[in-house]
């Protein structure tokens, strides 16, 4: 007699991380390996964030603080938000789990895009909730067809600004017409894990709207730009009444202590935030460049990481990197199978990088 369990979750495909180095080196009996898959920042963490957590070693008896009060009163300040507005998370992702298992139940609809992060789905599905996805257009949400198919039982609509994977971001016009269609009672939620590497100027965040929008929710996270992926943590910002609903359903001690003071350490570190936007910029000016002398075409992005079509079985291209030391993101759980995604490394890291994406292609025969 089998286990039971429900069909939502039987049907689950879990979510295909990034392959670790240590894991390629290991199955390939390979050194000196190289990962651009998961978007993590090409610099390492903040120098400041991890004096924190030296310092705070001496702590780890203790646990943390429930509340998160330090860091949040520091998020509170910065975004001009109050405090009780501020739900933080171990990373972003647990937010986005919080959100659905708080508001949405089974057989309520949550309305995406289709390619999306896919976290949206999966979490939707684990709660027997039905993911709606929207074809994108052009590679950027579409959201007049994505406010069409808003449904009496739609309770939440996701949105990452930027998108992963496209790396394309939502107008303000665009999204302030889409807000106006959407009712009162849809969470909206926008994940700005990218944010920072973003052009103000082409785009919008939640923080603009948290006096006057009762039902958005706004992800951030410390993962991409401050470099602390490791330590999984990230916040929403939400109306406070919405996050007296998710602290209900959060654990108590949710996000450790070293991901707290690191947090903290690291907004103060203006300085490598400065230095990290500089790497992605130049990095991605040279990579654009060379992937066209190689007739290539990539998306443009307003994030760290770039789509690239390849023109053949990206799973393909993929593989034989790996047996180069290279990790780079396969898109065929996406449905893009012709693409691959890579995140902007260190100078020597993209050339790398490019050299042996040159000599894949040529092996691999996938394109021409
Ligand atoms: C990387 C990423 C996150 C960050 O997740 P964490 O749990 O904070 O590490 C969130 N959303 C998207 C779209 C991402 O690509």
Redesign the pocket.
């Given at each position: 007699m089998g286990i039971r369990v429900s069909d939502n979750i039987a049907e689950l495909q879990p979510y295909p991380p990034g392959k670790p180095l240590e894991e390629l080196e290991r199955e390939y009996g390979i050194s000196d390996s190289i990962k651009l898959a998961s978007?993590e920042n090409p610099l390492g963490s903040s120098p400041r964030a991890l004096e924190a957590v030296r310092i705070h070693l001496e702590n780890l008896r203790r646990y943390p603080d429930g509340s998160g009060f330090y860091l949040k009163q520091r998020l509170s300040r910065l975004l001009g938000v109050p405090q009780t507005a501020i739900v933080l998370g171990n990373?972003?992702?647990?937010i986005i789990d919080l959100a659905i298992r708080t508001f949405v139940q089974p057989g309520d609809e949550v309305l995406m895009s289709d390619p999306t992060?896919l976290?949206y789905r999966l979490m939707t599905q684990a709660v027997g909730g039905r993911p709606v996805q929207v074809s994108q257009k052009g590679f950027a949400h579409d959201l007049k067809s994505m406010a069409a198919a808003v449904s009496s039982r739609t309770r939440m609509v996701f949105l990452?600004n930027p998108n992963?994977p496209s790396g394309t971001v939502i107008s303000r016009e665009d999204f302030e017409a889409f807000r106006s269609q959407i009712p009162a009672d849809v969470l909206i939620v926008l994940?700005e894990?990218?944010i920072e590497f973003a052009d103000p100027e082409l785009t919008v965040s939640g923080t603009e709207y948290v006096d006057d929008l009762p039902s958005v929710i706004t992800?951030r996270?410390?993962?991409?730009a401050y470099g602390l992926?490791g330590l999984?943590i990230?916040y929403g910002i939400m109306p406070p009444e919405v996050a007296g609903y998710v602290n209900r359903v959060r654990q108590p001690f949710n996000v450790n202590s070293l991901a707290q003071v690191a947090a903290l350490a690291a907004l103060d570190d203006g300085q490598f935030l400065q230095e990290t936007l500089q790497v992605v910029r130049e990095g991605l000016a040279f990579l654009y460049k060379e992937l066209a002398n190689m007739q290539l075409r990539a998306l443009p992005t307003q994030t760290n990481f770039l789509l690239i079509d390849v023109g053949g079985d990206g799973k393909k291209i993929y593989e034989a990197m790996l047996r180069r030391g290279v990790i780079v993101r396969a898109m065929s759980s996406y449905g893009l199978n012709n693409y691959i995604r890579i995140s902007v490394g260190k100078p020597d890291e993209n050339r790398r990088f490019l050299k042996a994406l040159k000599e894949v292609i040529g092996e691999t025969g996938v394109r021409r």
């Open positions: 978007n990373g972003s992702n647990e992060f976290v990452d992963n994940d894990a990218y992800l996270t410390f993962s991409k992926a999984r990230g």
